[in-house]
């Protein structure tokens, strides 16, 4: 049995779809830090956008969507740079962070949501 290579549309499609689950943990604001811990909270965005260097989006993603995505990104990495590696769950809350954070997300995730999720099969 061979297996075939995911075409990269497919991919890129898999990868954007990815990219909304994780707006729309960062839209629920506080509560996602309460789920996920504060180490999580970062861990689970920065496992599908990448910690430093230059941002390489899916090419499933329109221009609006990479511009929000971009700027989500940025506010992430600002948050990350400004937050102690031992913060606690209501430390990290206290920071206004997840807050702030969560508006951008919102308005990325009504980009995205304009086109909806892609077929990921």
Do not use: K
């Not at 260097?53 to 990495?77: F, H, I, K, N, W």
Request: proline share 5%; glycine share 4%; hydrophobic share 40%.
């Amino acid at each position: 049995m061979t297996s075939d290579p995911i075409p990269e549309y497919l991919l890129a499609q898999r990868l954007r779809n990815r990219c909304i689950d994780v707006l729309e943990l960062l839209a629920d604001g506080n509560e996602t830090v309460r789920q996920f811990g504060s180490a999580g909270y970062f861990n689970w965005f920065f496992d599908w956008f990448p910690d430093e260097d230059a941002y390489d989006p899916p090419s499933a993603m329109s221009q609006d969507e990479v511009e929000v995505a971009t700027a989500v990104l940025a506010l992430m990495r600002e948050a990350c740079d400004a937050t102690s590696l031992l913060v606690t769950e209501d430390e990290l809350i206290a920071t206004g962070w997840p807050s702030r954070i969560q508006q951008f997300a919102q308005n990325a995730l009504e980009v995205f949501m304009t086109r909806g999720r892609g077929v990921e099969d």
